[in-house]
């Protein structure tokens, strides 16, 4: 199956972000178990989503295209293409694209379960 990046839903200020950002759902017909949220983001230049937590499930950012600063837990990483950003469950986060005239995409991916190493978590 191939699905084409294709009508995009447009937010402004979303989750007390600045500017503009558009989100393309790939599940939008399809379900993956342990996976709530799966698909393209873009960000304006000087676009922002606000720092947030999701509680009782765990988020990776791709970043694909473009640069900016993660907010991880409080910390502000530097960002660019090929970042892979690991939200674990109840961690605060945010993303900027600092630039002014480059849009930032992103793969977002919402999930309920992970393993790393010794942990594990799940949301089952």
Not at 8 to 28: K, L, S
Request: aromatic share 8%; proline share 2%; hydrophobic share 35%.
């Amino acid at each position: 199956m191939i699905k084409k990046v294709d009508g995009f839903v447009e937010y402004e200020n979303r989750r007390g972000g600045n500017g503009i950002i558009r989100m393309f759902n790939v599940m939008e017909d399809i379900i993956f178990e342990d996976v709530n949220w799966l698909g393209m983001v873009e960000l304006d230049p000087g676009s922002s989503i606000g720092i947030h937590t999701h509680h009782g499930e765990g988020e990776l950012y791709h970043i694909l295209e473009g640069k900016g600063i993660f907010n991880d837990n409080g910390t502000e990483v530097k960002v660019s293409p090929g970042s892979f950003c690991l939200i674990e469950p109840d961690q605060c986060h945010g993303l900027m694209n600092t630039s002014n005239t480059e849009k930032m995409v992103m793969l977002a991916c919402v999930f309920k379960h992970f393993r790393t190493g010794e942990k594990t978590w799940t949301n089952k």
